[in-house]
């Protein structure tokens, strides 16, 4: 075989390669990516599965991303191409207080300094849990840190700056909000949540165009019924996933348990509420982005419930 016949046939191979994967892009830091790790590995058999570092503002690059109903709808606006396809889970985020600062109810937060990621879920969620409070964004300071996932906490943690007084409470993902609860000692530590007003709808995001190419959404459609048998699992036998999610991100099995039921995975089903949650959640990030928000008809336009449908029949 001469030189050129030779990289020829590199080159098909290549593409074949490249034609027959699928490309699903997430972060892999948290616990609500891991469905797909476990889905890459043990679960897509119709090709190869690949991941990267991303999420729905990935999509153009990956066929598919993975993220928080958040970053969806802040790319909607935008990208009105983008649907989203698939829930993979919904989490009650918690956000724990030290009792010591006198906190006893979300009213007590006023005046306090609160850790959160701004321009993340974790915000909106700290802002709608205590606007629900009657609270301002202007009676409470919010300050940044970092997410520790796994004892011991950095100094610049957030469980580390609430054990240290620097911050009076947090909110954010877990294990962090766990940690942050075994730093202050549970006799100490003061938990809210509250799914009606805020919880994460974690999801898997697709573009209209890879939807309505046969090819791809072959794929897509073979993808999120391998999610539905892997949640399946995640659901009803996590002793099985355990060890996989603790060395995916890095947290400790028992803290994973205490955590574990406020994930509600699957079944992925695209429920009728889903629109009027979406629609209130928009509400509020266009008024704190000074933007339109999206119409009932529009976020209608968002969900398309077709692929989950497709992937049930099959």
């Not at 503002?57 to 709808?73: I, V």
């Not at 030290?98 to 321009?119: E, S």
């Not at 090819?215 to 897509?220: E, P």
């Not at 355990?242 to 947290?251: E, H, L, N, W």
Request: glycine fraction near 8%.
């Amino acid at each position: 075989m001469n030189l050129r016949s030779f990289c020829g046939l590199v080159l098909a191979l290549l593409y074949l390669d490249t034609a027959a994967s699928i490309k699903v892009a997430f972060s892999p830091m948290w616990i609500e990516g891991t469905p797909f790790v476990y889905a890459n590995k043990n679960v897509y058999k119709a090709d190869t599965a690949t991941s990267v570092s991303g999420g729905v503002a990935s999509l153009g690059s990956a066929e598919l991303g993975g993220n928080a109903e958040t970053q969806g709808l802040i790319q909607y606006v935008n990208h009105k191409n983008y649907r989203l396809i698939y829930v993979v889970v919904e989490v009650t985020y918690r956000l724990v207080a030290n009792k010591a600062a006198g906190i006893k109810t979300l009213a007590d937060l006023k005046g306090k300094r609160i850790g959160t990621f701004q321009g993340s879920s974790a915000e909106v969620f700290v802002r709608m849990l205590l606007g629900s409070a009657g609270l301002a964004n202007s009676d409470y300071t919010i300050v940044s840190g970092n997410v520790c996932m796994r004892a011991p906490c950095g100094a610049n943690t957030f469980p580390s700056q609430l054990k240290a007084k620097q911050i009076d409470a947090f909110g954010v993902w877990e294990t962090a909000v766990e940690l942050g609860v075994e730093a202050l000692g549970e006799e100490n530590a003061v938990i809210f949540k509250n799914a009606s007003i805020y919880r994460e709808v974690y999801s898997l995001f697709a573009t209209q165009q890879s939807l309505q190419d046969a090819t791809t959404r072959k794929k897509i459609v073979a993808y999120v019924k391998a999610l539905n048998e892997t949640l399946d699992v995640f659901r009803n036998d996590p002793e099985k996933v355990y060890p996989m999610v603790s060395q995916a991100i890095g947290v400790d099995v028992p803290v994973l348990r205490k955590v574990w039921p406020d994930h509600v995975w699957g079944p992925g089903s695209l429920g009728t509420d889903l629109v009027d949650y979406l629609y209130r959640e928009d509400q509020y990030l266009s008024k704190a982005n000074k933007r339109t928000a999206a119409t009932r008809d529009e976020l209608e336009k968002f969900i398309d419930r077709s692929v989950y449908e497709d992937a049930m029949k099959l």
